[in-house]
């Protein structure tokens, strides 16, 4: 329904979105994740695939519907999701990184269910693969390339840095409240150091007006 009434600015392009937050097991039922819900990266899979877009979504795990339309890869870590990504990078004319990816994982996995008998247990970590700074480093000619960042303090001035240090395209800035754990407002910033608020609203408006400021022309 939806697609009959967006303007396509995504059509004939190939999208590719990540979303959800990564789980880094340490043994079969426990891990190391985040609380990211994951709404936004889906709002934003089903705002893409309303504005034309051809759109795979690689999605860690979420309580989520699967969106009509998309293909959705189901990953569990950042490694398999570092390697479902890059495996379709070349082919993306447009890849967005939702996806909250663990910066650590645990050194090792057991595969029996760790016990409690030990008096103090240590899980010792080590550091992930950054996908997008990998996905900036082999970035082709004409892909646009659109990262996140959730910052508590700083936020602009953090998620500047990332933009240039990932050689990204764009990047949305949220400003995280750690009281509420809620992002209340944001800004898409461009390669020029152009802000555009965006203020709070429903996720799908968001990802409505994220798209349509990056890919109206
Ligand atoms: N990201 C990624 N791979 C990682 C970590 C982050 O692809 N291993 C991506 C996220 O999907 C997001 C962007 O990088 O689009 C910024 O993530 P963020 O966690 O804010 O930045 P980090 O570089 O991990 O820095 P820090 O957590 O220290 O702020
Ligand atoms: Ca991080």
Same mark, same amino acid.
């Given at each position: 329904v939806?697609?009959?009434?967006?303007p396509?600015?995504?059509?004939?392009?190939?999208?590719?979105?990540?979303?959800?937050?990564t789980?880094?097991?340490?043994?079969?039922?426990?891990?190391i994740?985040?609380?990211?819900?994951?709404?936004?990266?889906y709002?934003?899979?089903?705002?893409?695939?309303a504005?034309?877009?051809? !759109?795979?979504?690689?999605s860690?795990?979420?309580?989520?519907?699967?969106?009509?339309?998309?293909?959705? !890869?189901?990953?569990?870590?950042?490694?398999?999701?570092?390697?479902?990504?890059?495996?379709?990078?070349?082919?993306?004319?447009?890849?967005?990184?939702? *996806? *909250? !990816?663990?910066?650590f994982?645990?050194?090792?996995?057991?595969?029996e269910?760790?016990?409690?008998?030990?008096?103090k247990?240590?899980? @010792?970590?080590?550091?992930?693969?950054?996908?997008?700074?990998?996905?900036?480093?082999?970035?082709?000619?004409d892909?646009?390339?659109?990262?996140?960042a959730?910052?508590?303090?700083?936020?602009?001035?953090?998620?500047?840095?990332?933009?240039?240090?990932?050689?990204?395209?764009y990047?949305? *800035?949220?400003?995280?409240?750690?009281?509420?754990?809620?992002? @209340?407002?944001?800004?898409?910033?461009?390669?020029?150091?152009?802000?555009?608020?965006?203020?709070?609203?429903d996720?799908?408006?968001? *990802?409505?007006?994220?798209?349509?400021?990056?890919?109206?022309?």
């Amino acid at each position: 329904v939806l697609k009959s009434i967006l303007p396509q600015y995504l059509k004939n392009k190939k999208v590719l979105i990540t979303a959800g937050g990564t789980r880094e097991y340490f043994d079969p039922i426990r891990y190391i994740s985040n609380a990211s819900s994951g709404q936004m990266g889906y709002a934003l899979t089903k705002i893409a695939y309303a504005m034309g877009g051809d !759109v795979t979504l690689i999605s860690a795990p979420t309580n989520l519907k699967k969106p009509y339309g998309i293909t959705v !890869v189901d990953v569990i870590s950042a490694e398999d999701m570092y390697r479902e990504v890059i495996k379709r990078a070349e082919k993306a004319d447009v890849i967005i990184m939702n *996806a *909250a !990816v663990a910066d650590f994982r645990p050194e090792s996995f057991s595969r029996e269910k760790l016990k409690k008998s030990k008096e103090k247990s240590v899980v @010792h970590l080590k550091p992930n693969p950054d996908i997008l700074k990998k996905l900036g480093e082999i970035k082709k000619k004409d892909q646009i390339l659109i990262g996140f960042a959730a910052e508590s303090t700083d936020v602009i001035e953090n998620a500047k840095d990332k933009l240039i240090r990932k050689n990204l395209d764009y990047i949305i *800035a949220n400003e995280l409240d750690v009281f509420s754990k809620k992002i @209340h407002r944001g800004w898409i910033i461009n390669r020029r150091g152009d802000i555009t608020e965006i203020p709070e609203m429903d996720k799908e408006s968001s *990802a409505f007006l994220i798209l349509e400021k990056i890919f109206k022309r």
